[in-house]
DNA sequence: ATTCGGGGCATGTATATATAAGTTGGCGAG
DNA sequence: CTCGCCAACTTATATATACATGCCCCGAAT
């Protein structure tokens, strides 16, 4: 009655992550600038020629992540573009970086495999003692040291990387292409302060504040596969996010304004 | 052909948040252990005497979370029980402290009226030298100071605070009362260096590493009403996000194991 | 001029149905 | 005994429909 000259179920599309593409570009680019009202469900329905359904759930998933807002009985309007990065892009320091007006750089201070101790053993879900492979890194922005990081992998996943050039390429791009896909992380921030060989690598005094942000990340199935303990000059980098009552929230990492 | 013995809609019940609810009950009091399998979405058709609309609303909703996953031709499973806190217990240092066992506690510092810093008045969306109201309260946890917090409020929700204990309730629960409903946040995370008052105030050196939390909520209409400076003394409290590269994440602020 | 209703519109929720596609397990051929 | 293929089951996606409820605006009454 709305829509058809569409017979009922082409192939698959996944149409409403199509609309909901379209509808953030919109927002995005300021064709629908902030304040702006989104037009009706059913206007929607007319022009990707969809039902409710997919437009629906295209609007749920702008709702959650604070793009838009309204509801019951008035039109939906944007309040804001909230900042979003993909998982792989919020995951992967390298690829991050290539979105920054920054220039990344990073230095490998040590890869080895050894007996994992008893934190890493904890966060992995192995044994204590079993063999896993840790690097060891400096990330740099022009140049400038911002970061420390420190690495753990099951030694099934973290094995590819001795026919890596870890100078070089991202981790996460290269495992990726070994067939090991990374799809949930869980981060926990603090702040330590900085001691004698991360103070050096960082060329900050020893005692100043670091923002430390220790990472598992697991496959789709829960399995864990990387341990990390990365931490930050202050002032180079922030984490930020955004969270609604309604549902979720996204996450964010940011160069602060300066 | 289902189920039915209901009516076509009855009134209102937001069916699909029940729905879920219950299944996230089961998990996190272990009727669901982790890796166990959901029953099918026809099963939970049957009993919960709904069709699968609700049913797939609920279980998209735990994906999303991260807490099932699984799919296309194969039964949902658990993978783990991601620690959920709601908006309001993330916002409000009160209401969070209380489902923890530490006992929780707090000192007003100063409480004024005064113009708009450049910071403030950007973080509000107000023109600098406008009122606001500012509030500076030391939080407490078993009597041990753990977090200093500089808040301005537009002066529109602010006022509520002038008559109202800052040292016993909830501030956030105050507002609601008063009708301004907190929907929206974006915190952002850094580390600094503990200075003067903060210093002495929190009880640790001069110079050492503090978790700062900035943060501006907003009210469903996307119009900011407060902004927050908070500072956190380190190993007391972290914050903790979950998110997965299929949609958002989550946030949570938790008491680390010790 | 201001306020109070009512109706139209838009969204929220739920049902029934249909097709595509992935998973799993069993059966038969080699 | 093993390998491969197929059938059954289950989920993902989409359509059409129906009704409940909340906004908003306009017109009438005060």
Not at 108 to 135: C, Y
Not at 181 to 208: K, W, Y
Request: proline share 5%; net charge negative.
């Amino acid at each position: 009655m709305m829509t058809s000259s569409r017979s009922p179920l082409e192939p698959r599309a996944a149409l409403h992550r199509v609309i909901g593409d379209e509808l953030r570009a919109r927002i995005t680019d300021g064709r629908l600038p902030i304040g702006a009202a989104l037009p009706s469900e059913a206007e929607l329905c007319r022009e990707f020629s969809v039902s409710r359904g997919p437009v629906r759930q295209a609007l749920a998933a702008l709702r959650a992540e604070g793009i838009i807002a309204g509801g019951q009985g008035a039109v939906a309007h944007v309040v804001g573009s909230v900042p979003t990065q993909s998982m792989t892009s919020f995951l992967s320091f390298s690829e991050w970086a290539q979105s920054t007006q920054r220039r990344p750089g990073q230095r490998t201070v040590e890869l080895a495999k050894r007996a994992a101790t008893e934190d890493v053993a904890a966060a992995l879900s192995v044994p204590v003692g079993e063999l896993v492979v840790e690097i060891i890194r400096v990330r740099l922005l022009d140049e400038v040291p911002v970061m420390v990081e420190r690495t753990s992998f099951t030694l099934e996943a973290g094995r590819h990387l001795f026919d890596f050039d870890t100078d070089s390429g991202s981790i996460f791009a290269h495992l990726k292409g070994n067939g090991v896909e990374l799809v949930a992380a869980r981060h926990t921030f603090d702040a330590v302060a900085a001691e004698g060989i991360d103070a050096e690598m960082l060329d900050v005094p020893s005692g100043s504040p670091l923002l430390r942000e220790r990472r598992i990340t697991s496959t789709g199935a829960g399995v864990p596969v990387e341990y990390s303990d990365d931490r930050y000059v202050p002032g180079q980098v922030t984490f930020t996010i955004n969270n609604t009552a309604a549902s979720g929230s996204s996450v964010v990492r940011l160069v602060p304004d300066q």
